[in-house]
């Protein structure tokens, strides 16, 4: 299924405190679940990614959970830094060839 | 890491022409491309998976004979946009596959403006 929903759309935050998205999907097959940040004008980078046979994942600030059971996972990041202003997005991977759908992302913003 | 180009990074053309774009892998071989269009403040929109050796797969409402593609290799895939116009301005994005083949890393964009 091509069917992933990510919350919130927008994300305000003040510098040093933490944020969450949450991306919930529908296939109970899909199996890999990586998480882009992509800054004004500039390409995806692949930020973190998780796999159905783990749990959590982290990698200093930030962090991804899986709960396979209620069809979500998100990301957690700590200590927020202006620098981590961008759309962050979910895709769901889909098909034979590891197409990745895009959602609408979410727009976070660190403030100073 | 894997890593991916894409030339040119910006073209401006007009109205009627055509303009092609190159994606490459640099440093892996890539049997699947992928291309994207982003219109501003929007997602990224999938547009076609290129196969390499073979005819690329088009989402629906992709136009195939407007969106060429061409994977001659297994570092090179082409988009060209066949007789362009102002709404076909967009950002491109090409992504392929690194090891394993799930992750994708995606090459810088080019920008697209049609005059």
């Known amino acids: 299924g091509e069917n992933v929903e990510q919350h919130p759309s927008t994300l305000s935050v003040q510098e040093g405190d933490s944020a969450v998205i949450k991306c919930t999907y529908s296939d109970s097959a899909s199996n890999y679940f990586p998480w882009y940040k992509q800054e004004l004008g500039k390409r995806p980078q692949l930020i973190i990614d998780?796999?159905?046979?783990?749990g959590e994942k982290k990698d200093q600030r930030i962090a991804v959970t899986l709960n396979k059971t209620a069809k979500h996972f998100s990301l957690h990041i700590t200590e927020t830094q202006p620098e981590d202003s961008a759309v962050y997005f979910c895709p769901e991977g889909s098909g034979g060839y590891n197409k990745l759908i895009f959602g609408a992302g979410t727009r976070l913003a660190v403030h100073p | 890491g894997a890593v991916v180009s894409q030339h040119p990074s910006w073209v401006i053309c007009k109205s009627g022409t055509s303009v092609k774009i190159e994606c490459r892998s640099l440093?892996?071989?890539?049997?699947?491309m992928f291309w994207y269009r982003q219109f501003p403040k929007q997602s990224l929109m999938l547009m076609a998976t290129?196969?390499?050796?073979?005819?690329?797969?088009?989402e629906q409402g992709v136009e195939k004979d407007k969106f060429l593609i061409n994977h001659a290799s297994l570092t090179l895939s082409t988009l060209t946009v066949t007789s362009a116009h102002p709404e076909d301005s967009s950002f491109y994005i090409c992504?392929?596959?690194?090891?394993?083949?799930?992750?994708?890393?995606f090459g810088p964009g080019t920008r697209l403006l049609v005059l």
């Open positions: 992504s392929g596959g690194g090891a394993g083949g799930e992750t994708q890393y």
């Open positions: 440093d892996f071989q890539a049997t699947t």
């Open positions: 290129s196969n390499e050796g073979s005819k690329a797969t088009y």
């Open positions: 998780i796999r159905s046979n783990v």
